[in-house]
């Protein structure tokens, strides 16, 4: 009788062991494949990360334009002051004027995209 325990304490032991062994490697395949990013992670990341660097660089060019928009209606204010403007004055006056409805068109444009990113 002695010699059935033993070999069912012995088959139980390495049933047992099996069992930790397989656990344990389940859990570790488990743990290295949550660990990596998957493929369709890493392109939703990308995607994100484009449309966020797309809308930055739109906002900059807002922003510089619109410096660029204030400066030239501040020269035009005083170009525009004076009571006898040359024809340097009024070509100026006439350059400002372009480059203020360009900078008008950029603006609807860059409006544009940025809401067709979002």
Do not use: C, W
């Amino acid at each position: 009788m002695s010699t059935f325990i033993e070999a069912v304490k012995h088959r139980v032991l390495g049933i047992a062991a099996t069992i930790t062994v397989l656990g344990t490697i389940i859990g570790g395949v488990f743990a290295v494949e949550s660990r990596y990013a998957k493929a369709a992670d890493i392109s939703d990341l990308k995607t994100q990360q484009v449309q966020i660097y797309s809308n930055v660089k739109i906002q900059q060019e807002l922003a510089v334009d619109t410096l660029r928009r204030q400066n030239l209606e501040d020269r035009l204010f005083e170009l525009r002051l004076k009571e006898r403007p040359t024809q340097v004055d009024k070509a100026l006056i006439q350059r400002y004027e372009d480059q203020l409805r360009e900078i008008g068109v950029r603006a609807d444009i860059n409006k544009q995209r940025i809401q067709a990113i979002q």
